[in-house]
């Protein structure tokens, strides 16, 4: 690392003011300062002196996604070999799995952080860091035979439209990822519902068997259309079913939780909250619900099913479009529980839910905020005139 540092010093002149380099500063810095801590401090002002900075916490987000990613490029495998009725062992099952995710994560990647660095350029700032969980996100969350190309505008949109028209990171009011799985549902509906686009038809390097025509349903889809509930099953928790690559199994997730709220970058208030609101409006539903499938699909399979663990652990807890007092991250998190439960069960066009329970409640998020600030400033201003008197 000292070797690498050395280099970094003997190179930055060319990109500093006056170097030969210079219209690439921001690049540079953005490389700089995602493999060392910046060296800078304050002048001025109160500030608080920590090694952890944006770029750190993004980094430990993008850690606790791992399990849920290496699970969910086991699971691609798993459901194509298991669809097509193919034979393999776990490291062909992992492999094909590893090589239909892997161009999308690149595509994100390259196209989010593409437009980040040319509007860091653009109005010489330095490059914002918020797009290394978003670029990992979006693939996780989009089924594992979306094309490419729409990736691509569904991202480029999402960067373009839901961040850097707000100010880039920290501004933006909506959930980057998540915009790009709303552009995906209502821009292109055919490649992010129905039932032939969660399990991949594809024969990858001679591995797995070449389908047309599959037809492979979601637990949470098989309730809509069919209107059987699906009895519970342990595959709902490890994760062996249909489903977005990354938002299937529940262990791998729960491990992501965990480091998230072992080191604090995660909010366990919203977290919890998000689950006890799930858990609740379902329970309302069983007992007092209509006469429908998912009415009366039980609440702890409303929970396992679909996306509802993952938004909770990596969405619902963004600190930039979540509520940041802590009584609102109460009030924030069971809002979005009661939300996607609602959805679920009242639009059977809409059987995932949690996309669009989190994005309505992140439009909430300053008011829930503000209305929490303005109550402790009316129970204080009572408190003083009860004393003065």
Known sequence: ???????????????????????????????????????????????????????????????????????????????????????????????????????????????????????????KEEIQEGFLVSGILIPMIVPVDCPLWILAVATAFSVIFAKEVFGGTGMNVFNVALITRAFLFFAYPTKMSGDAVWVSGDSIFGMGQAVDGLTVATPLGEAATTGAVPPFSWDMVTGLIPGSI??????????????????GIASWKTMFSVFVGGAFMAWVFNTVGPDTPMAHMPWYEHLVLGGFC????????????????????????????????????????????????????????????????????????????????
């Open 1 to 123: 690392m000292k070797a690498l540092r050395n280099y970094l010093d003997k190179i930055k002149p060319n990109f500093e003011e006056g170097g030969k380099y210079h219209a690439f500063q921001s690049v540079f810095d953005g490389f700089e300062t995602f493999l060392f801590v910046p060296n800078k401090t304050s002048k001025s002002g109160t500030h608080i002196h920590d090694a952890i900075d944006s770029k750190r916490i993004m980094s430990m987000v993008v850690i606790a996604l791992i399990p849920a990613l290496l699970f969910g490029m086991y699971n691609v495998g798993y459901q194509h070999f298991h669809a097509t009725g193919a034979t393999g062992s776990f490291i062909e099952l992992f492999a094909y799995g590893f090589l239909a995710v892997l161009p999308k994560i690149i595509v994100s990647y390259v196209v989010g952080l593409g437009i980040e660095f040319v509007v860091a350029q653009w109005k």
């Open 246 to 263: 990354g938002e299937t199994s529940v262990i791998a997730i729960a491990l992501g939780a965990i480091l998230l709220l072992a080191t």
């Open 310 to 389: 993952f938004g909770a652990v990596f969405m619902a807890t963004d600190p930039v479009t979540s509520a940041r007092t802590e009584t609102g991250k109460y009030i924030f998190g069971f809002l979005i529980g009661v939300m996607a439960i609602v959805i679920r069960v009242l639009n059977p066009g809409y059987p995932e839910g949690m996309m669009l329970a989190i994005l309505l409640m992140n439009i909430f998020a300053p008011l829930i905020d503000y209305c929490v600030v303005q109550g402790n400033i009316s129970r204080r201003e009572k408190r003083a005139i009860k004393s003065n008197n």
